[in-house]
């Protein structure tokens, strides 16, 4: 079956600029994460969703980042005035239980 | 202390060796653990799941101590596609919250 999709796969934006990453989860699974992960670092939780209670946003690194999950599916993550610390793999991941599944993630790059 | 600590290697081994991985956690309501494992600009995928009784699958073999806040991962007559960083991986409080990932440890398994 279908794995977690995201796009795009590489972005590549100047500093200053708005951007949106979007994820699609695997059908039917009701908690969606975001992760970024640095070159050469682990990954680092940003936000999580389950269901429709108030998602966990205690991993985003500063009001510029903000997420949302449409219809319990489908989520997009947005970063206002990107910097160039900015610039990352963002990966996604659903679970129904505990095992969360990653999707390919999207590369950014702010120049 | 960090919330999870691995020993980043590189572990260099020749093929058909045993290696062992540790990890520690500061978390003692921690209740699900794994060992994801990532290749190289790929998405962490799902090893095993980590159980007090300690499991096996195949070629690998986990062990929880929770007393101790110690997981580990051992593989057996390693190949070379063993090859790829193995992460520790730590939920919060119950099953379906953030992950918490290790950085990780580098196996690089040679013919």
């Known amino acids: 079956g279908a794995g977690v999709s995201q796009s795009p796969s590489n972005k590549v934006t100047e500093k200053g600029k708005d951007v949106e990453l979007r994820c699609d989860p695997i059908?039917?699974?009701?908690?969606l994460y975001w992760y970024r992960q640095s070159l050469g670092q682990g990954l680092e939780f940003l936000i999580y969703?389950?269901?429709?209670?108030?998602?966990?946003k205690s991993g985003l690194p500063s009001d510029r980042f903000s997420a949302e999950r449409t219809g319990g599916s489908v989520s997009t993550l947005t970063i206002q005035r990107t910097q160039q610390e900015d610039s990352a793999v963002y990966l996604c991941a659903s679970s129904w239980t505990a095992e969360q599944f990653f999707g390919p993630g999207t590369r950014l790059t702010v120049l | 202390r960090k919330e999870v600590e691995q020993d980043p290697g590189p572990f260099n081994v020749p093929e058909g060796a045993t290696v062992a991985f540790n990890c520690t956690y500061s978390n003692s309501a921690s209740q699900s653990f794994f060992w994801y494992r990532q290749d190289c600009r790929k998405e962490p995928k799902l090893l095993m799941s980590v159980y007090s009784s300690g499991n096996e699958d195949g070629r690998f073999t986990a062990q929880l101590n929770r007393a101790s806040q110690y997981i580990s991962l051992l593989i057996r007559d390693s190949k070379l596609s063993d090859s790829a960083t193995y992460l520790c991986v730590v939920n919060k409080h119950q099953a379906g919250t953030a992950l918490i990932f290790g950085k990780g440890t580098t196996l690089s398994v040679s013919s």
């Open positions: 969703f389950q269901g429709n209670s108030a998602p966990d």
């Open positions: 059908s039917g699974h009701t908690a």
